[in-house]
C-alpha cells in the first residue's frame, strides 16, 4: 500500500514571500490531517478535513494559512506571507474510519 | 488549551534491557490515548493504542500502561533494540471527528 505523498521535502524562502504544500494521502482515506512541527516540539494541529470539509481549523492562522482538499482527495496548504516562526516541518496525515493515522514524511520550510 | 512541548526529555538505556517513557495528559474527555514513534526525518509512526476505559494493552515487545487516577499514561519497550532510538510521543484522540491531539515527546537513546 503506497503511504502518504508530500512534496516537496524542503522548502527555503524569505520572509514575507508565499508557498505552498502538497499532501496526496492514501486512498480511500477521508480524514486528512496538516500539522505544524516546530523543531523539539509535537506536532500541532493545524485542520483536519473530512472527506472535502473542514471538521477543524482552531489552530489555524487564518490570516495567512490557507488550506484546500481537492474533491476529497488532494490537499494544499499555503501560507501569505510567511514569517520567520512559520519554520516549520509540516505534516500531512490521512486516516480511514477509528484507525491510525499514518503520516507522510513531511515538508522542512525554511524562513529566512 | 492544546498540549504541547516546549523541552525534549533524553532517555538512554543499555541495548537489551527495558525502557518506560511516561507522559501526562490534562484532557479526561479523551477516548483514546496513542503512542507515536518519530524517527529522525521521517513522520511519526503508530505504535499502539489504549481505549480510556482499558488500564492496559499489549504489543509486540510494548506494553502501554494507563492511568486514569492521575492521568498518566507510560509506554515500556521490552529488550530495546538500537532500532527503537527515536522520539515519542503520546497523544490523545478525542471528538467526533477523532482529532488527535500530540504531547511533549522524549527521546530516547539505546546505547550498544
Known amino acids: 500500500e503506497a503511504g502518504v505523498a508530500q512534496s516537496p521535502r524542503y522548502k527555503i524562502i524569505e520572509k514575507r514571500q508565499s508557498v505552498a504544500f502538497w499532501c496526496n494521502p492514501i486512498?480511500?482515506?477521508?480524514?486528512l490531517y496538516w500539522y505544524q512541527q516546530i523543531l523539539g516540539q509535537g506536532p500541532k494541529l493545524l485542520i483536519q478535513f473530512q472527506n472535502n470539509g473542514v471538521v477543524d481549523d482552531s489552530q489555524l492562522p487564518k490570516d495567512r494559512f490557507s488550506a484546500e482538499r481537492l474533491k476529497g482527495v488532494d490537499s494544499t496548504l499555503k501560507i501569505q506571507p510567511a514569517k520567520l516562526e512559520d519554520s516549520a516541518v509540516y505534516l500531512c496525515?490521512?486516516?480511514?474510519?477509528?484507525?491510525?493515522?499514518?503520516f507522510g514524511q513531511g515538508t522542512r520550510l525554511t524562513v529566512v | 488549551g492544546e498540549s504541547v512541548g516546549l523541552h525534549l526529555p533524553t532517555l538512554s538505556v543499555q541495548e537489551g534491557d527495558n525502557s518506560i517513557i511516561n507522559c501526562a495528559y490534562s484532557n479526561s474527555a479523551s477516548d483514546y490515548f496513542i503512542w507515536y514513534k518519530q524517527e529522525s526525518g521521517k513522520g511519526p509512526q503508530f505504535i499502539i493504542d489504549?481505549?480510556?476505559?482499558?488500564d492496559k494493552r499489549q504489543g509486540q515487545r510494548v506494553t502501554v500502561l494507563l492511568n486514569k487516577t492521575v492521568k498518566h499514561l507510560s509506554l515500556q519497550i521490552a529488550a530495546t533494540q538500537p532500532g527503537d532510538s527515536a522520539v515519542y510521543f503520546c497523544a490523545e484522540r478525542r471528538g467526533s471527528y477523532d482529532k488527535v491531539i500530540f504531547g511533549p515527546g522524549t527521546s530516547l537513546s539505546v546505547i550498544p
Open positions: 489504549i481505549r480510556s476505559n482499558m
Open positions: 496525515a490521512s486516516s480511514f474510519s477509528r484507525i491510525e493515522a499514518f
Open positions: 486512498s480511500g482515506h477521508a480524514t
